[in-house]
Nanobody
Framework: QVQLVESGGGLVQAGGSLRLSCAGS????????MGWFRQAPGKEREFVAS????????HYADSVKGRFTISRDKNENTVYLQMNSLKPEDTAVYYC???????????????WGKGTLVTVSS
């Protein structure tokens, strides 16, 4: 089993920054690619970013490319999402995810965190 715990959400003004953290645990945790998804009010959950543990290769949704950066700390078993130049449309619950195979489809995610709320005011 893999357990994921997010932190770092909150309220920020447009143009500001936040950093989300996802602490993972479990026997096989470090073998899974990791990522972030988000769900805005009244919308479906969508892919944000992903990263592999071995090479650190990352992938981003077009809507966040150039503004968000995903990274991982192998020693701390933690994945981060640095969010800069935040916009009101970034307001959502952000979920940490782990998957056996890289994916951008939330139906293929194997493990989920409980989510952390990010609110961007205009």
């Amino acid at each position: 089993q893999v357990q994921l715990v997010e932190s770092g959400g909150g309220l920020v003004q447009a143009g500001g920054s936040l950093r989300l953290s996802c602490a993972g645990s479990g026997r096989t945790f470090s073998k899974f690619p990791m990522g972030w998804f988000r769900q805005a009010p009244g919308k479906e959950r969508e892919f944000v970013a992903s990263i592999t543990w071995s090479s650190g290769s990352s992938h981003y949704a077009d809507s966040v490319k150039g503004r968000f950066t995903i990274s991982r700390d192998k020693n701390e078993n933690t994945v981060y999402l640095q969010m800069n130049s935040l916009k009101p449309e970034d307001t959502a619950v952000y979920y940490c995810a782990a998957f056996i195979r890289l994916t951008t489809n939330d139906r293929d995610v194997d493990y989920w965190g409980k989510g952390t709320l990010v609110t961007v005011s205009s």
